[in-house]
């Protein structure tokens, strides 16, 4: 049973140097990502097909201030990378220090895998990483619960990998944005959202997972600028399942928008709705049953660290549907300071909407035995 504390639904791993080559498909062992020393001096992890190292310091930047973050990335090796980003037990004080009974964890290298141009190559790493994953997992099995990751080489494939998921104890599966065959509301994968769906696995779309919200297309203006549109790939994802119909033919399906933060949320279902109610008399379009924002006030979770937008918007979005992160060990992250974060941006809300967002929303997404502990830790004070 998961103890007393917040759930975050997403952290992340840094994936060791052995994650691949221990644990991959012996066929492709000699081109697995492996960590590689650069020209400046620093590691980095190369894999075969991506032209861009993934750097390590972007990996594992939690707490680091900006100046001593931009150092550090100047000579950053894997022994720099703390180990509470790839192993398990090591994990539990940083948890324990910020306040998290338990954590979903993602892929980081496996983000930029899930745009790589390979399928078979792809599929074996990451094959490989679920492999390292139940591993990791498996030193804290009642506080950090995995999501798996398949390449949907084609339907019957990434059936087997979902089964193989669960088989291992993953919660989840990560998804590439961009599948290999047509796209995901293709009637040709009904039958995966199904076995999704009877697996009790949530599919999950995490930002920088779709070569259209890729941080390595080239930005209008300052380079900033390329950050403020990383979301836009999974505003695609959601009006591709809702507008699809996957949801009018698969009603139990849960899908996951990870680290793409919910401010934006209610104007996207106002505007869904608005495109539909121009398009047919009562806003309701072939294939669908309902206005376009029931399907995601139905079938849509979203996760967040820092918005304080997302806490400003319950009128207008149903906060069951509200998942809070930490984001650990990426730069992002609101560790080590979550405590102080939530208490700035949650005063207004009640006891059960904080309950709600910053734990039982997650377990119940993800199926996790979190019983009816608070989301406080033992000794903490209600306000």
Known sequence: MIPRGIISADGHV????????????????DDAPRIVEQPDGTEAFVVKGMKKPVALGFIDGAGFGVRERLERARRIRFSDIREAAYGGRARLPYMDQDGLAAEIVYASVGMGLCMHREPDYKDACMQAYNRWLQSMCSEAPHRIFGLAQTAVLDVDSAMADFRRAREMGMVGMMMPGDPVHEDYDHPDYDA?????????????????????GSLHTKPRGHALNNFLGIIRAVQDVVGLFVLGGVFERHPQLKLVVAESDVGWLPHYMYRMDHAAMINAEDGIINGLSK????????????????DRTAFQSLHMIDHRHLLWASDFPHTDSTWPHSQQLIAEQTG???????????RDNTARVFNLPAGAESWRMSGEAVA
């Open 14 to 29: 840094c994936e060791p140097p052995n994650c691949y080559v221990d644990f991959i498909d012996p066929k492709y062992r």
């Open 192 to 212: 995966l959202w199904e076995c999704a769906v009877d697996l009790g696995l949530p599919i999950c779309f995490h930002i920088l997972t779709s070569r259209a």
């Open 291 to 306: 206005l376009p924002s029931e399907y995601v006030s139905s079938n849509v979770y979203a996760t967040f660290q820092d």
């Open 348 to 358: 207004h809300l009640t006891e059960q909407q904080k309950q709600d967002i910053l």
